[in-house]
């Protein structure tokens, strides 16, 4: 089965293609931006003219969520506007599509831990350019489904985790906010996820069953936590890992949001509730954020040799 990866040197797209090669059956094509830019059309019909893919796997994002407040064309453009140019091609040629959205498609309204089925209600331009595709796709399409994905950390990219790492490294100051309730994704076994929901996907068509599939999920790390105890966690583990036991040397600070200045203002709750049901009949396991934590601050000094 043919697959076509959109965003494929983003972080979670360069996990999506690091776990693909361990996968038999799936012939993955992920095209560099230069060599398709999702918001030209004529790409676009190019590349499923030329590929003929049976999935379409979209992580590519604007995802700085201050800038988008400045930056609204580009951010509308790359999140929504190139999102609908794609549901055409994809409703013709009956390609099952795979979205990556976030928490912040809510925030303004109701009450988290968010469910599926709560009304999105976004409080930032970002989560609203990723709202928008969302309905985009929930009314013109009638097989896809939407992940909803929180606050990526992980090896690969620019990131949180890989920011607290290489402050703890070099000693320095942070202050870090303590009254967000967040949800995180290990953009590793987000990735997994992913492939695994196209593996059944395939066998689901090898079948020939019924494939018409409209769907949304929460894929997120198991527990809740704060931006702040997200990285007291991360320096535990490097000290852990370093065998240093002065937990007075730490140089992390507690903040509260209203003492951080920043173009947009965000959800002081984003996290999403998950169905473990959803994750047993797609073969999807996520870690507790804890874990996924001390396992990748293990890998992540061990590639560094320190």
């Not at 489904?145 to 490294?169: C, D, Q, V, Y």
């Not at 090898?206 to 018409?212: G, R, S």
């Not at 929460?218 to 007291?232: A, M």
């Amino acid at each position: 089965m043919r697959f076509l990866l959109i965003g494929g040197s983003g972080q979670l797209g360069t996990e999506v293609k690091m776990n693909s090669k361990k996968r038999r059956n799936l012939e993955l094509l992920a095209p560099s931006s230069k060599e398709l830019n999702i918001t030209n059309k004529k790409d676009f019909k190019k590349f499923i003219k030329n590929f003929k893919p049976h999935i379409v796997i979209n992580t590519a994002a604007y995802t700085n969520v201050d800038r988008a407040e400045e930056e609204k064309e580009l951010s509308k453009k790359i999140n929504f506007e190139a999102v609908k140019n794609l549901i055409p091609y994809l409703s013709k040629e009956k390609i099952f599509f795979i979205q990556v959205s976030t928490d912040y498609v809510f925030g303004s309204k109701g009450k988290a831990p968010y469910k599926i089925s709560d009304q999105i209600s976004p409080m930032t331009f970002y989560g609203l350019s990723k709202a928008k595709a969302e309905e985009s796709i929930i009314a013109n399409l009638k097989n896809f489904m939407i992940i909803r994905a929180a606050s990526l950390i992980g090896l690969e990219g620019n990131n949180f985790f890989k920011t607290i790492m290489n402050n703890l490294r070099e000693q320095k100051e942070l202050k870090i906010i303590s009254d967000q309730k967040i949800s995180i994704t290990w953009s590793r076994e987000l990735a997994e996820a992913i492939l695994n929901i196209c593996e059944g996907y395939q066998n689901n068509n090898d079948q020939k069953k019924n494939i018409t599939n409209k769907a949304i999920i929460h894929i997120v790390n198991k527990g809740h936590t704060n931006w702040y105890e997200l990285s007291k966690e991360i320096e535990l583990n490097y000290n852990k890992y370093l065998n240093n036991n002065d937990s007075s040397l730490s140089n992390i600070r507690p903040i509260l949001s209203s003492e951080w200045t920043a173009k947009s203002v965000r959800p002081l709750d984003s996290r999403l509730d998950i169905d473990e049901n959803t994750f047993i009949d797609n073969e999807i396991d996520m870690s507790h954020w804890k874990d996924a934590v001390r396992l990748m601050t293990k890998e992540y000094l061990r590639e560094m040799e320190v």
